[in-house]
């Protein structure tokens, strides 16, 4: 199982700003998921933004996203990081840390999810 913990990282900013989200994981065998950042902004759906496997590779980033924000993982501290460049106003949103057993880029397919954090980007 896999337990995951954002703290820190979000607020607000304005546009053109930059923020990095962190994801503190733990349980028995974290190393082995795919893990994944999702944000969900008002009356849209669960948005994919990027996700990668815990120890590196396979990594993907949402058409929106990329270019602008790196997904990272530093293993000494079991902690994931979204950095997030030059945000725009349609990057406001919860930002959500995610965990998933295989590759994936759907919400419904990761298993395990951290609580949260709003980004919002003012114009």
């Known amino acids: 199982q896999v337990q995951l913990v954002e703290s820190g990282g979000g607020g607000l900013v304005q546009a053109g700003g930059s923020l990095r989200l962190s994801c503190a994981a733990s349980?028995?065998?974290?190393?082995?998921?795919?893990m994944g950042w999702f944000r969900q902004a008002p009356g849209k759906e669960r948005e994919f933004v990027a996700a990668?496997?815990?120890?590196?590779?396979?990594?993907m980033y949402g058409n929106s996203v990329k270019g602008r924000f790196t997904i990272s993982i530093d293993n000494a501290k079991n902690t994931m990081y979204l950095q997030m460049n030059g945000l725009k106003p349609e990057d406001t949103a919860v930002y959500y840390c995610a965990a998933a057993a295989n590759r994936a880029m759907t919400a419904v397919s990761y298993a395990y999810w951290g609580q949260g954090t709003q980004v919002t980007v003012s114009s």
């Open positions: 990668r496997l815990w120890n590196g590779g396979s990594t």
């Open positions: 349980g028995r065998s974290f190393r082995n998921y795919y």
